[in-house]
C-alpha cells in the first residue's frame, strides 16, 4: 500500500506475493471456462424429462437430430464460440419441441378413436377430444414450421462463426496498433463487424455474412499494414516508455483511481473496482461492467502485460464462504476480460477472501470488490 507522502506498507499478504514471485502466480493461476448458454443448458435439461425418455423410440428420428444439435452446441460452447452454441441449441430444442408434438398429436388421435368406438361414447366426450387434438395440431405446424429451417438455422450457425473470426481479427489488428498505424483500413473493419451484426439482427443472414467477410479482410489488411510499425517502435522503445503509455491510457478510464504499487523490484497499477458485486453474488454488476470493458480495450493495447485478477468480500459474506465467494468473484471477471478479447495467457485469477478492505467499516459493500492489477515492465 502506498500512501500520500510516498511511503510503502507492507501488508502480509504482498510480502507473502513479493517472496513466492509474482512469475509463480501468473504460471499457476488459471481462468474457469465460460459459462454455459442459458439455451444450452435448458435444452440438457428438457432431455432428462420423463416424456423425452419415452418418444426415443416412438419419435426416435427428430430426438437423434436434437441430440446431434446438442451436441454441436456443446463443443461450440468449450470452443467459446457462444453464439454457435445458442443456435444450435435453439435448433435442438425446436427439433425436441416438434417431437413432443408429434407424439401428442398421434396419442390425441388414437383416444378419439378409441373412444368413437366405444359403446357409451357421447357427442361431449368426441367434440372435447377434438378441440384438444385441433390445439395439438396448431402447435404442431408452428413447430414444423421451425423444423423446415433448418437450412436457416444451419446458415446462422455458420454466421456466428463468421462474425466470432472477424471479431477476432479486429482484435489481433487492434492488438498492434491498427488504430494509430492503419486507420483507414481498421476503422472499415469496425465498421463491418458492426453492420453483421445488425444484419443478423434484423434477420439478414446474406448480408450479414457478406459484412463479416469484408470485416475479416480489412482487419487483416490493417494487420499486415501495422506490424511492421508497431513491431519497429517496440524497438525502439524502452520499457519505461511503454510503461508511461499504460498508465496513461489507464489513467483516462472513468470510475477507478489507477494506483502505482511496489512489491520488492517488481512495480503494479492496480485498478480497484469498488461496490463490484452484490454483498454475497459472484456476478459482476451492470454498474461497473463498461468499467471492466474500459479495463479490456486498454490491455488489449498492450496484450503483453501479465495481469492478476484479485477478488474480496466484505464481512457482509460468511465467514467460511469468503475465500471461496472472492475467488469466485476474481475468476468471473477474468471470463469476463477474456470474453472481451484480452488475451487469457494475460490474466490470472485469485481470491483473498476479506483481508483488505477499501473501507474501514467491514461490512460496506465497498469491500465487496475486485483488483485489477497490471504488472509493468519497468524496475527499480
Not at 454457435?84 to 401428442?104: K, P, V
Request: net charge positive; hydrophobic share 45%; glycine share 4%.
Amino acid at each position: 500500500m502506498i500512501f500520500r507522502n510516498g511511503t510503502i506498507k507492507m501488508t502480509k499478504v504482498t510480502l507473502l506475493l513479493a517472496a513466492s514471485g509474482l512469475v509463480a502466480l501468473f504460471a499457476g493461476q488459471g481462468c474457469a471456462s465460460v459459462p454455459k448458454p442459458q439455451e444450452l443448458a435448458t435444452l440438457e435439461k428438457a432431455k432428462q424429462a420423463k416424456e423425452v425418455k419415452a418418444i426415443r423410440k416412438t419419435q426416435s428420428e427428430l430426438v437423434a437430430k436434437s441430440d446431434a444439435s446438442q451436441e454441436e452446441a456443446t463443443k461450440a460452447w468449450k470452443k467459446k464460440k457462444l453464439d454457435t452454441s445458442r443456435y444450435y441449441a435453439r435448433l435442438g430444442q425446436a427439433q425436441l419441441d416438434t417431437a413432443l408434438a408429434l407424439q401428442a398429436q398421434k396419442d390425441a388421435k388414437a383416444e378419439i378413436k378409441r373412444v368413437a368406438e366405444a359403446t357409451k361414447a357421447s357427442g361431449a366426450q368426441v367434440a372435447e377430444l377434438d378441440d384438444a387434438l385441433a390445439s395439438v395440431n396448431e402447435k404442431l405446424a408452428l413447430y414444423e414450421k421451425i423444423d423446415q429451417k433448418d437450412g436457416a438455422f444451419a446458415a446462422q450457425g455458420t454466421l456466428a462463426e463468421r462474425i466470432d473470426a472477424a471479431v477476432a481479427a479486429v482484435n489481433e489488428a487492434a492488438k498492434v496498433g491498427a488504430d494509430k498505424y492503419a486507420k483507414t483500413p481498421f476503422t472499415q473493419a469496425q465498421t463491418e463487424l458492426v453492420a453483421a451484426r445488425e444484419a443478423r439482427t434484423l434477420g439478414n443472414v446474406a448480408q450479414a455474412q457478406k459484412s463479416a467477410e469484408a470485416a475479416i479482410i480489412a482487419a487483416k489488411q490493417a494487420y499486415t499494414i501495422a506490424k511492421p510499425h508497431y513491431n519497429e517502435d517496440a524497438a525502439k522503445g524502452n520499457l519505461a516508455e511503454r510503461d508511461a503509455a499504460l498508465q496513461r491510457d489507464l489513467a483516462t478510464i472513468a470510475g477507478v483511481n489507477p494506483q502505482l504499487r511496489q512489491v520488492g523490484s517488481v512495480r503494479q497499477v492496480a485498478l480497484s473496482i469498488q461496490a463490484a458485486f452484490a454483498k454475497k453474488g459472484t456476478e459482476l454488476t451492470s454498474a461497473r461492467a463498461p468499467v471492466v470493458m474500459q479495463i479490456a480495450d486498454v490491455l488489449k493495447k498492450h496484450p503483453d502485460y501479465k495481469v492478476l485478477v484479485v477478488g474480496f468480500t466484505s464481512f457482509g459474506v460468511r465467514a467460511a464462504d469468503r475465500y471461496s465467494v472472492s475467488q469466485a468473484r476474481a475468476q468471473n471477471v477474468a471470463n469476463y476480460l477474456d470474453q472481451a478479447g484480452v488475451d487469457r495467457k494475460q490474466i490470472s485469477a485469485t481470491g483473498r477472501g476479506a483481508e483488505e478492505f477499501a473501507d474501514k467499516r467491514k461490512f460496506s459493500n465497498a469491500n465487496d470488490r475486485v483488483e485489477i492489477i497490471v504488472v509493468l515492465k519497468s524496475s527499480t
